[in-house]
Structure formats: structure tokens, C-alpha cells
């Protein structure tokens, strides 16, 4: 609901990097293809910048009450996360209804 990359569609933890930043790919392309809501991509993409994103890394994994995994996985969360927000960018030019 808010934009958040489970691990698992029925279970509210943990958050997890990779899928969040697999998920901006599809949603992005889906996006681009007039698929789905832009508004839909910007609450995946900004939960993603705000929550997935410490230390200049993609958070393997978020669980309840804010604890986070401190491993850096770099091919399989930070690489995923990059393109991700690389693809979202590209799917979200400029609204200038929006200010």
C-alpha cells in the first residue's frame, strides 16, 4: 500500500532490495506502456529512495520496527537497485501539471 517490496505478497516483512529494485523495472516498462498509474511507480520509487537506500547501498532486507540487514550485496541488491531507479526515472519525465 505504500509502496513497499515484500518478500513475500502476504506477509508485511521483510522488505526486501532486490525485489524493490526488480519490481521499478517491470513497473516502469508496465508505465511506459500506459499500463498502469504514474502515481503508482512514484510511491514504489520514493518508499524505495526513502527506506531502501542506507549508506550509499540498496538494504538487503527491512523488518519490523526499522532493523535492517548490514550486509551489502552488490550484484544482487545494489546492481538491481540502480537499474531500477535508472529505469523508473526514464518511465517519470517531467509532470509540468505538477510543478
Not at 529494485?21 to 506502456?33: E, Q
Not at 519490523?64 to 517519470?92: E, P
Request: hydrophobic residues 40%; glycine residues 14%.
Amino acid at each position: 500500500p505504500a509502496g513497499e517490496a515484500r518478500l513475500w505478497p502476504h506477509r508485511p516483512y521483510p522488505e526486501d532490495g532486490h525485489s524493490g529494485g526488480t519490481a521499478l523495472t517491470a513497473l516502469a516498462m508496465l508505465r511506459r506502456r500506459g499500463l498502469i498509474e504514474r502515481d503508482f511507480l512514484e510511491r514504489v520509487a520514493g518508499r524505495f529512495l526513502a527506506a531502501g537506500i542506507c549508506d550509499g547501498h540498496v538494504v538487503h532486507r527491512r523488518y519490523r520496527g526499522g532493523l535492517r540487514s548490514t550486509v551489502r550485496y552488490l550484484r544482487w541488491c545494489d546492481a538491481h537497485g540502480a537499474l531500477g531507479l535508472a529505469d523508473a526515472a526514464a518511465a517519470l519525465p517531467p509532470d509540468s501539471d505538477r510543478g
